[in-house]
């Protein structure tokens, strides 16, 4: 792998929802000085490809590591970063890149910049929260998305150099989802709820897939299901059927997916980042999970929790979020050239 020595800034991204994020500002901020690091935690190369090229942008390191182990994803690009040695990192989010980008760039010296800062869901066992607080202390400067999200770290004592810049998905949802109308199918019902399950604590346990499976069973409307891989195969495992009015098809590129969610009445999901999505472009969302970082939403009444355990309907939460009027977008507009011109204002 070729290095390039004359680099004053490496974005570091690992997951499809690191991707999607950055693609905007990755853009903006160019080639020239700039290295766009991949670490291959998702690694496929069909969804790696799929993804971007559809967001028209390609990683000039490709480390291919395909794992999630913190301390191998660390290694892996303390081996580059101690050749580039950036003057500036940036990181994305909670995942297992970020924290290890996120280690990696203080062992070599860097001064590391953590774009959507403050996020808190206030659950210690959720493993990416446990990351957002170590990568935040650990950060030079923190963007969070949102006035609140800065109040969070205000709490943890996180004051300096922090600026509330938005969300970068709106950008991405506010582009793509113009394209993605080329990206619709035609094979769907009229009217349709959309469907995301991927998370471990829901698609690894039997008893939550059950669970899912009578709630689904309960709606009367038609429901989408773009089946991500995991789910596909626990449900293969425990011998588990979708109910008649579950659609599954194939998981959809970020496109087709963007086109699913435009259309859809409503989203079901255990996703973080359709969450973000699904306000930006006005849909109702039903989050099955006890907990959320995405306070915003639930404030907004643009989203509900529904942890599988819960005894009422799904059903009848699904008909009450029918009628949710949706008219905020709580993640700035633009924010891909905000989120520039502080990193240029940084990184005189």
């Given at each position: 792998m070729q290095v390039e020595k004359?680099?004053?800034?490496?974005?570091?991204?690992?997951?499809?929802?690191?991707?999607?994020?950055?693609?905007?500002?990755?853009?903006?901020?160019?080639?020239?000085?700039?290295?766009?690091?991949?670490?291959?935690?998702?690694?496929?190369?069909?969804?790696?490809?799929?993804?971007?090229?559809?967001?028209?942008?390609?990683?000039?390191?490709?480390?291919?590591?395909?794992?999630s182990d913190v301390n191998r994803l660390k290694e892996k690009m303390l081996e580059l970063l101690h050749q580039i040695k950036p003057p500036y990192v940036l990181v994305y989010g909670d995942t297992n890149s970020t924290l290890a980008g996120a280690l990696a760039a203080k062992e070599v010296g860097s001064t590391l910049?953590?774009?959507?800062?403050?996020?808190?869901?206030?659950?210690?066992?959720?493993?990416?929260?446990?990351?957002?607080?170590?990568?935040?202390?650990?950060?030079?400067?923190?963007?969070?998305?949102?006035?609140?999200?800065?109040?969070?770290?205000?709490?943890?004592?996180?004051e300096d150099n922090v600026f509330v810049t938005g969300n970068l998905v709106v950008d991405v949802c506010r582009r793509l989802s113009r394209i993605a109308e080329e990206h619709g199918r035609r094979d769907l019902p009229s009217d349709y709820l959309l469907l995301t399950m991927h998370r471990q604590e829901n698609v690894d346990e039997p008893a939550r897939l059950e669970m899912l499976m009578k709630h689904l069973a309960g709606i009367t409307h038609k429901i989408v299901f773009p089946i991500h891989p995991?789910?596909?195969?626990?449900?293969?495992?425990?011998g588990i059927s979708l109910p008649a009015n579950v659609i599954a098809i194939e998981p959809a590129g970020y496109l087709e997916f963007l086109y699913l969610l435009k259309h859809c009445q409503l989203v079901v999901?255990?996703?973080?980042?359709?969450?973000?999505?699904?306000?930006?472009?006005?849909?109702?969302?039903?989050?099955?999970?006890?907990?959320?970082?995405?306070?915003?939403?639930?404030?907004?009444?643009?989203?509900?929790?529904?942890?599988?355990?819960?005894?009422?309907?799904?059903?009848?939460?699904?008909?009450?979020?029918?009628?949710?009027?949706?008219?905020?977008?709580?993640?700035?507009?633009?924010?891909?050239?905000?989120?520039?011109?502080?990193?240029?204002?940084?990184?005189?």
């Amino acid at each position: 792998m070729q290095v390039e020595k004359n680099v004053d800034i490496v974005t570091i991204a690992g997951t499809r929802p690191e991707i999607i994020k950055l693609s905007e500002l990755v853009q903006l901020l160019g080639g020239q000085g700039h290295a766009l690091l991949y670490t291959g935690q998702h690694y496929s190369d069909n969804m790696k490809n799929i993804f971007f090229d559809e967001l028209q942008i390609k990683p000039d390191y490709d480390l291919r590591c395909d794992t999630s182990d913190v301390n191998r994803l660390k290694e892996k690009m303390l081996e580059l970063l101690h050749q580039i040695k950036p003057p500036y990192v940036l990181v994305y989010g909670d995942t297992n890149s970020t924290l290890a980008g996120a280690l990696a760039a203080k062992e070599v010296g860097s001064t590391l910049v953590h774009i959507e800062a403050g996020l808190r869901c206030f659950d210690l066992n959720v493993p990416e929260e446990r990351a957002r607080i170590q990568i935040d202390s650990k950060s030079d400067y923190l963007f969070p998305p949102t006035e609140l999200a800065k109040t969070f770290l205000k709490y943890e004592q996180i004051e300096d150099n922090v600026f509330v810049t938005g969300n970068l998905v709106v950008d991405v949802c506010r582009r793509l989802s113009r394209i993605a109308e080329e990206h619709g199918r035609r094979d769907l019902p009229s009217d349709y709820l959309l469907l995301t399950m991927h998370r471990q604590e829901n698609v690894d346990e039997p008893a939550r897939l059950e669970m899912l499976m009578k709630h689904l069973a309960g709606i009367t409307h038609k429901i989408v299901f773009p089946i991500h891989p995991r789910t596909k195969n626990s449900l293969a495992k425990y011998g588990i059927s979708l109910p008649a009015n579950v659609i599954a098809i194939e998981p959809a590129g970020y496109l087709e997916f963007l086109y699913l969610l435009k259309h859809c009445q409503l989203v079901v999901t255990d996703s973080g980042g359709v969450q973000e999505e699904a306000i930006v472009l006005k849909r109702p969302c039903i989050t099955l999970r006890h907990v959320s970082e995405r306070w915003e939403t639930l404030l907004l009444k643009a989203n509900v929790l529904f942890p599988l355990y819960r005894r009422d309907p799904l059903s009848e939460v699904v008909e009450t979020m029918l009628a949710a009027k949706i008219d905020r977008n709580p993640y700035g507009e633009n924010v891909a050239a905000t989120m520039l011109a502080l990193i240029k204002e940084i990184a005189v």
